[in-house]
Protein backbone atom coordinates (compact mmCIF):
# COMPACT_ATOMS: atom_id res chain seq x y z
CA UNK A 1 0.00 0.00 0.00
CA UNK A 2 0.93 3.83 -0.59
CA UNK A 3 0.13 6.82 1.08
CA UNK A 4 -1.14 9.68 -1.15
CA UNK A 5 2.36 10.88 -1.76
CA UNK A 6 3.14 7.73 -3.02
CA UNK A 7 5.26 6.46 -0.43
CA UNK A 8 5.05 2.74 1.25
CA UNK A 9 2.79 3.03 3.85
CA UNK A 10 4.30 1.88 6.89
CA UNK A 11 2.87 0.00 10.10
CA UNK A 12 2.79 2.84 11.82
CA UNK A 13 -0.59 5.10 11.64
CA UNK A 14 0.01 8.26 9.30
CA UNK A 15 1.45 11.37 10.73
CA UNK A 16 -0.81 14.48 9.94
CA UNK A 17 1.25 15.36 6.77
CA UNK A 18 0.96 12.05 5.38
CA UNK A 19 -2.72 12.07 5.51
CA UNK A 20 -3.40 14.78 3.84
CA UNK A 21 -4.82 14.20 0.29
CA UNK A 22 -2.75 14.27 -2.59
CA UNK A 23 -3.91 17.74 -3.72
CA UNK A 24 -1.96 19.28 -0.62
CA UNK A 25 1.33 17.41 -1.35
CA UNK A 26 0.96 18.76 -4.78
CA UNK A 27 0.40 22.40 -3.72
CA UNK A 28 3.38 21.97 -0.98
CA UNK A 29 5.48 20.65 -3.79
CA UNK A 30 4.56 23.88 -6.62
CA UNK A 31 5.47 26.13 -3.46
CA UNK A 32 8.76 24.90 -2.63
CA UNK A 33 9.66 24.84 -6.71
CA UNK A 34 8.65 28.11 -7.18
CA UNK A 35 10.54 29.17 -4.07
CA UNK A 36 13.60 27.52 -5.74
CA UNK A 37 13.13 28.84 -8.97
CA UNK A 38 12.98 32.49 -7.48
CA UNK A 39 16.11 31.75 -5.31
CA UNK A 40 18.61 29.40 -6.72
CA UNK A 41 21.32 30.74 -4.26
CA UNK A 42 18.68 29.26 -1.39
CA UNK A 43 17.91 25.88 -2.90
CA UNK A 44 18.60 23.09 -4.22
CA UNK A 45 16.41 20.85 -5.99
CA UNK A 46 17.03 16.80 -6.41
CA UNK A 47 15.24 14.94 -8.45
CA UNK A 48 14.64 11.75 -5.75
CA UNK A 49 12.92 9.87 -8.56
CA UNK A 50 16.39 8.11 -9.32
CA UNK A 51 18.10 5.40 -7.51
CA UNK A 52 19.14 6.69 -4.06
CA UNK A 53 23.44 6.35 -5.25
CA UNK A 54 22.15 9.16 -7.75
CA UNK A 55 20.03 10.88 -5.10
CA UNK A 56 23.41 10.62 -2.75
CA UNK A 57 25.69 11.91 -5.00
CA UNK A 58 23.22 15.11 -6.19
CA UNK A 59 22.89 16.00 -2.28
CA UNK A 60 26.37 15.38 -1.02
CA UNK A 61 27.61 17.60 -4.62
CA UNK A 62 25.56 20.12 -3.32
CA UNK A 63 26.48 20.44 0.36
CA UNK A 64 30.00 20.48 -0.73
CA UNK A 65 29.22 23.44 -3.33
CA UNK A 66 27.63 24.92 -0.09
CA UNK A 67 30.26 23.97 2.32
CA UNK A 68 33.37 24.54 0.34
CA UNK A 69 36.27 24.26 2.47
CA UNK A 70 34.84 24.74 5.66
CA UNK A 71 33.29 21.06 5.40
CA UNK A 72 36.77 19.17 5.33
CA UNK A 73 37.72 18.28 8.75
Known amino acids: MKTSAGTPA?????????????????????????????????YVVVDASRSPADVHRDVVAAVERVLGDRGAP
Not at 12 to 38: C, G, I
Open 10 to 42: SADPADRLESEPLEFHTRVRRAFLDLAARAPHR
